[in-house]
């Protein structure tokens, strides 16, 4: 088992900056790849990005690439994502998960956070 618990989230307006983490522990998490996904109001929730097991492939959709940087620190066992320019539409509920590669970008997971809310005003 994974346990994951995501901060950092609030409350930005348009073109400001947030940073995300998500505190990893359990059975052998750092082998994990990680990611993050978001489920605006109203919407199904997708994936936004993932990071491999030692971070050196990341995979972003087109929406938040050039805006958004996920990374890791398996010394600390910890997820990151920095999101900059923010825009309204990134407005959601963003969530850490883990599992394999395939199937983080494949927009599922079996091991999920609680959530953290972003809310981006214009």
């Known amino acids: 088992q994974v346990q994951l618990v995501e901060s950092g989230g609030g409350l930005v307006q348009a073109g400001g900056s947030l940073r995300l983490s998500c505190a990893a522990s359990g059975r052998t998490s750092r082998t994990y790849a990680m990611g993050w996904f978001r489920q605006a109001p109203g919407k199904e929730r997708e994936f936004a990005a993932a990071?491999?097991?030692?971070?050196?492939?990341?995979r972003y959709v087109d929406s938040v690439k050039g805006r958004f940087t996920i990374s890791r620190d398996n010394a600390k066992n910890t997820l990151y994502l920095q999101m900059n320019s923010l825009k309204p539409e990134d407005t959601a509920v963003y969530y850490c998960a883990a599992d394999s590669w395939d199937t983080l970008v494949a927009g599922t997971s079996d091991y999920w956070g609680q959530g953290t809310q972003v809310t981006v005003s214009s």
């Open positions: 990071i491999s097991p030692y971070g050196s492939v990341t």
